[in-house]
């Protein structure tokens, strides 16, 4: 009996200890999670964004990974004889492949990067599905397409997400618009791009790339379609952008 007991205890201790593992795990993975009060931070990647020095300042550009749960989401669009041996993990090799032998500097994902019909968990798509550019440790940003929203978070909650993700230079919205100013959609944001290092143009800003969320869906005096850019939208746009002229003229008399 005694040693019946023993066994089972081993056992049960067995199995605790691999559920704390796999716990362990499973949070290491996770962005800002607590662990025994642990807390572990997003990475971020160097900033700010910078040219290289030949001049040149490389953009990977990735749209509608449409990315499921991986293993187990089948391709679509493939022929029969290629169904059994594809799924999203062929999108995650090419992602890899094209930052291997592109060395981008940045890389911006436009939009359709997890598909709601192929996930029951928007969170671990979007794990997987930016996992390659997390891995490079590049700078990477993001905005939503109009299948992103379609499982278990909307696009506020996906847009905040991605901003926390690992090496992400994404925002939900431009910090610096005022309370009383509004503005539509979830991932509007704009990056500044600086001279490399060491060089005259260090400090300063030469290329600003601007994030505009473009919608979902809407309907139109009882028409179903698309969304699109609104005022609001472009009233910010419009400001930055005003902006950002006005110092280059001052920039280029002073110089
Ligand atoms: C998907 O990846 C597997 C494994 O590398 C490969 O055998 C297969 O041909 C790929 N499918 C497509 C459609 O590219
Ligand atoms: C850029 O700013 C840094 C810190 O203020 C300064 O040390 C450096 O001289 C500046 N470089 C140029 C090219 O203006």
Redesign the pocket.
Known sequence: MAAILKLSLLYLTSIFAFLHFLHNQISQQLLITHDNHKVRLKKNPDLPLRFRHDGAFKILQVADMHYGMGMITR?RD??SC?FE???D??TT??LRRMIEDEKPNFIAFTGDNIFGTSTTDAAESLIKAFGPAMESGLPWAAVLGNHDQESTMNREELMYFISLMDYSVAQTNPAKVSMTENIDGFGNYDLNVYGPLGSHLANSSLLNLFFLDSGDREIVQGVRTYGWIKESQLRWLHRVSEGLQVWKTEFSCSN
């Open positions: 391709c493939v022929m290629e041996f594809c799924s993990l062929n090799r090419f």
